[in-house]
């Protein structure tokens, strides 16, 4: 019937109303690195796939061996970051173009992960980095499911699962030491240091050898910025970072939600709204029967 | 031309000549396959004893060996063998027509020997030069029987089939052309430019490299395949690192700090102590010295100093960690991304047939449907 | 105008009864066995595609196909369309059925469940940018509504022939639940509007990771449009199933209404998703007949559907039902592709749910179906049959 079809593309405009204004949103403010902001500066071309930092890591962080995979039941051998794995050494190899290339959490300045959490088990702390509170965490795995590097990693096997990923050996920072890896690495592949430090230090080295690296520092830009800084002299994708662009993960979503509710006044006035509407109707109805 | 037929037999010859037993003669054929596994024609076969056929029927090459600037540590190292008597098997193989350190002339009678060795193999000796070339002040650092090294080297070399440079010194330079090189101390190469020129570099190199080289040339009249630095790619194609039996240490993070150590005495990787392994190509971690297994420097826990390298040999600290520029990985290395656990077929199967089940019933069902009701006339 | 509901009556134990019961044993048996085992070895679940069917399925498409009570509710309450009332109840029951079987699996799914009370209760730990957050405060206060809603079912027959204690509290409870009833309603439009277009602009949060043809700012208003869709479109579903099941006479022209309104609602959803497609460039994907670029045009084949179907000559129930189940099915693939085809994790990674994983969910499924037929065969949920056609 015409009228329940009027009807319904005008209920739909007033959701659509209430609902969803993407583009009249409120523009979330860009994140910026906090003024404590530690962070590493990683330069592949620097990096000779010793795995000193997997072991380090493993060490510092108590984590178990990872004998699955390459490891077949008796080798400590992760081929990815995963529950038993923090940190992990990975090879890109093209014919003769190779280079190693460092995984671990990246510390984003504007991370999805935090965005994601329902109850802040995950939140940007101390000198910026992005740490876990398994008092916290319901295991939902929303985190694992938004992070666009695929950091945060759940401990399938457990029956008391928790998110594992690195937290730039904040144990240690507290004490005043760096973390594990950057400690140990033979060749000062990865360091530690203030963001704005190494961020100047990767911009020094681009500028001093032209040739060796491709000319960005990742992270400096991408995806809102993170505090872990990539060098490398082979494009960033091979080495398995898939997304270049500067928007930060949260903010299209963060911007829409923030726009629609508008803290609480969306919901209230819609619940009014609605309200109104059936108390008047009841009252109609009920003159009509 | 010789004087005498029979003072250049072939070496199957020469061995029942001086009495060196054939066993000890395979034994040596043997060592040579270890250490010049491919690339070699003298090697390429299945056994030493089909080495030893093809060897035992080159004519016995003349070489005159050349002392320069030198510690005369590479003729130790090819005599310092002892099992067999390889000294002794090296006189049955190759015919040694001038040496000053072995021979037992001296004096006069040796610069006669040189000049009669010279003239009686003009064209067909072989050259094997050891120690570096003082090219400061015109060669006026190292003066042998009245001429200067550079003098002797370029009359000897002009008439010899091929060179051999023999050592880092005679190579590149070696210690003496280490910074300062207050005698201007040259490799041969540098020097030599109108005959073949093979590098040995080590110091010492492995005496099997020298034998297998001059035994190639002997046995096909042929130089092995060089590389760009006028290497015999035999046995200087591959990086020490590539074929050092501490690489799994290497590859696992497991490296000693400090010598005495843990990690030392269980006979951890030593990169961190310095070793140079990942920058130097030579054959040494594959065939070692002495005939006694694992003497050579990582074996025994000492870094390697990239003896043979000569951006790295005497000019990077010995202890500071190399500088490896073109990381070349194992073969078993995680990649970007990991292959991880695939979809179950039973799992499809299954998902398949409920879906395609319920759909299949409501399908069906709503055929039933359609008798019993239709669209009304009015609205 | 009103129809009396009334229990159905009948045998409960039926055959098919019986099958249910028995599906529901196994996937209970199956849950505990993966607390005993972890979520590891109970699921194709993995760290490439840590949310699978439990979520999308159970979850996501679950409560929108239990968005019927929702539907039906803004057709009578809001356009005050009263002679669709009869088909309030029944609706009720399955949105709470349905969400109550949404909250058993997510509390399934958690690795933490333990944890779950702190989701309400711990309101300083809030993180109010959540998505998820909102979804779930939503669906629990949503849950709760509904079996509220629903409760004058249980208590009309309690009040009359229930045991003396229930009577007694039925019968007070019954006038005030009355009064509180508008806001109560109020409450129940509210809830879904919200945590349905929740669940869309959850996964914007994929960003990056969420293929172009699916990722939008306009994702919250999709799925509240498509969940629309899919609850009339249940409702007709189950009101046929249920007439012919139980040999009743439909109300035919009801019926047809609302699927014109689920047919032209995902109509409705098309365009303005190709329009959206088209300003943000990237409707060229849809050009490829890659994964994603077929899903896409299954997807809006089986929206349109519908409409075909309804345009036909003779619309019968047999068109309305097939009709529904396009739409119902639409709505599931954009659900399932949004949350798992068209999600790349990057190369290496697989999912597919396991066997015992699918049958925890349909065990869900059949538990839900035999309460639902036990509460409609014992209580006042479906309308009585009226003589004559209307």
């Known amino acids: 019937m015409n009228t329940d079809r009027r009807s319904f593309f005008k209920s739909i405009a007033a959701a659509a109303a209430v609902t969803a204004i993407p583009t009249a949103a409120i523009a979330r403010a860009k994140k910026t690195a906090p003024p404590d902001a530690v962070g590493l500066l990683y330069d592949a071309t620097l990096c000779i796939g010793c795995k000193a930092c997997v072991v380090a890591c493993k060490d510092a962080n108590n984590m178990p061996p990872d004998t699955s995979g390459y490891g077949r039941g008796l080798y400590d051998a992760p081929d990815s970051l995963n529950q038993y794995t923090k940190n992990v050494i990975q090879l890109y190899k093209d014919g003769g173009e190779t280079s190693y290339a460092k995984k671990q959490c990246m510390h984003c300045i504007d991370p999805a992960c935090v965005g994601a959490c329902m109850l802040g088990a995950l939140q940007k702390g101390k000198f910026g980095v992005v740490s876990y509170d398994v008092s916290k965490c319901v295991g939902c795995r929303y985190c694992e499911t938004v992070c666009p590097f695929n950091v945060p990693k759940f401990e399938w096997a457990k029956t008391a699962p928790k998110i594992v990923k690195c937290e730039l050996c904040k144990h240690r920072l507290a004490d005043g030491k760096e973390p594990a890896c950057t400690e140990v690495c033979p060749r000062k592949a990865v360091i530690f240091g203030r963001y704005t430090d190494l961020l100047d230090e990767a911009h020094r080295r681009l500028k001093a050898s032209p040739n060796k690296y491709v000319q960005k520092v990742y992270g400096e830009h991408e995806l809102g910025g993170t505090q872990v800084l990539y060098l490398s002299h082979v494009d960033f994708e091979k080495i398995g970072f898939r997304f270049q662009q500067p928007e930060s993960v949260p903010h299209l979503q963060q911007s829409v939600t923030h726009g629609v509710y508008k803290g609480f006044a969306g919901p209230v006035a819609l619940y009014a709204l609605l309200g109104a509407v059936v108390f008047r109707n009841r009252g109609k109805s009920e003159k009509e029967s | 031309m010789s004087v005498h037929p029979t003072l250049h037999p072939t070496i199957d010859q020469q061995l029942r000549r001086s009495g060196s037993s054939r066993r000890d003669f395979i034994t040596l054929c043997g060592k040579l396959m270890v250490a010049a596994p491919f690339g070699l024609a003298i090697t390429n076969f299945v056994s030493p004893e089909a080495v030893a056929g093809v060897v035992g029927k080159a004519r016995r090459p003349s070489v005159i060996w050349l002392h320069m600037q030198d510690c005369t540590g590479c003729t130790e190292t090819l005599l310092r063998t002892s099992e067999p008597d390889l000294a002794a098997l090296i006189f049955d193989v190759i015919s040694l027509d001038y040496h000053e350190t072995v021979m037992a002339a001296s004096g006069s009678d040796a610069e006669a020997a040189l000049k009669d060795a010279m003239k009686e193999n003009d064209g067909k000796y072989v050259l094997v030069v050891e120690g570096s070339i003082p090219t400061k002040d015109n060669g006026a650092y190292l003066k042998i029987a009245g001429r200067n090294g550079i003098d002797m080297l370029k009359d000897v070399a002009n008439h010899a089939a091929a060179v051999i440079s023999i050592g880092s010194c005679a190579s590149w330079g070696g210690i003496p052309s280490s910074n300062v090189n207050p005698t201007g101390a040259t490799g041969v190469d540098s020097i030599i430019k109108n005959k073949p020129v093979i590098n040995l570099p080590g110091c010492p190199p492995n005496p099997y490299v020298l034998l297998a080289t001059v035994l190639e040339y002997a046995t096909t009249g042929k130089v092995p395949k060089l590389d760009a630095l006028g290497r015999p790619k035999f046995a200087y194609d591959r990086l020490i690192h590539d074929h050092c039996p501490r690489r799994a240490h290497f590859d696992a993070g497991r490296f000693a700090s400090q010598f005495g150590d843990s990690g030392h005495r269980q006979g951890w990787c030593l990169y961190k102590l310095g070793c140079k392994g990942p920058v130097t190509h030579a054959p040494c971690s594959t065939r070692h010295f002495n005939e006694v297994v694992d003497c050579w420097p990582i074996g025994i826990g000492a870094p390697c100093v990239g003896c043979t390298e000569k951006d790295i040999a005497f000019t990077v600290p010995i202890f500071k960690t190399a500088d490896v520029t073109h990381p070349v990985p194992p073969d078993f290395y995680p990649p970007i991304y990991a292959e991880h656990k695939g979809i179950s077929a039973t799992a499809t199967g299954v998902a398949g047939l409920v879906g395609g089940a319920l759909i299949g019933a409501g399908l069906i069902a709503s055929r039933k449907m359609n008798e019993g009701s239709s669209d009304e006339p009015k609205e | 105008m009103q129809t009396h509901a009334q229990p159905l009556g009948g045998a409960l134990f039926t055959r098919a009864y019986l099958f249910l019961l028995a599906l529901g044993a196994i996937g209970i048996a199956l849950m505990i066995w993966r607390f005993a085992v972890g979520l590891g070895a109970a699921t194709g679940l993995s760290d490439g595609y ?150 869309g602009s959850l996964m914007m949060l994929a960003g990056p990771k969420l293929h172009p043809l699916w990722l939008t700012g306009w994702l919250p208003l999709f799925f509240l449009v498509t969940c629309l869709a899919m609850g009339y479109a249940v409702v ?77 000559p003779r619309a019968n129930l047999g068109t309305l039902f097939r009709g529904a189940m396009a739409v119902a099915l639409a709505g599931a693939v954009y659900r399932f592709d949004t949350y798992l085809v068209a999600f790349n994790p990057g190369p290496g990674w697989h999912y597919f749910p396991s066997v015992p994983e699918m049958f925890i969910s349909f065990g869900l499924i059949a538990i839900e179906l035999a309460i639902y037929v036990a509460v409609v065969k014992r209580f006042p949920i479906l309308a009585a049959v009226k003589e004559k056609s209307s």
Not at chain 3, 238 to 243: L, N
Not at chain 3, 268 to 290: E, M, N, Q
């Open chain 3, 50 to 199: 840590p949310l699978g069917i439990w979520i999308a399925l159970d979850v996501v498409t679950g409560t929108a196909l239990a968005c019927g009570g929702y539907a039906v509710a803004l057709v009578v309450y809001i356009f005050n369309k009263g002679h669709y009332h009869p088909l309030v109840r029944p609706a009720i029951l399955t949105s709470a059925l349905g969400y109550t079987i949404a909250g058993t699996s997510v509390a399934v799914d958690l690795g933490r469940p333990w944890n779950m009370w702190k989701i309400p209760l711990y309101f300083w730990n809030w993180n109010l940018n959540s998505s998820l957050l909102e979804v779930a405060l939503c669906i629990m206060a949503y849950v709760f509504v509904l079996w509220i809603e629903l409760s004058p079912a249980f208590m009309e027959k309690w009040s009359v022939d229930g045991p003396p204690r229930l009577k007694r509290i039925s019968q007070r409870l019954l006038p005030i639940l009355d009064k509180a009833l508008i806001w109560i309603i109020a409450l129940g439009m509210l809830l879904p509007t919200m945590h349905q277009s929740s669940l």
């Open chain 3, 236 to 312: 007709v579903f189950e009101s046929v199933f249920s007439a012919i099941v139980y040999g009743r006479k439909p109300e035919f022209a009801m019926l047809r209404n609302l699927q014109k309104i689920a047919a032209w609602g995902g109509l409705f959803f098309v365009i303005i998703r190709i329009i959206d497609l088209a300003f943000s460039g990237s409707l060229h994907y849809a050009t490829t007949l890659d994964l994603y670029g077929t899903m896409f045009w299954i997807e809006n084949v089986l929206w349109l559907l519908p409409l075909a179907m309804l345009a036909g």
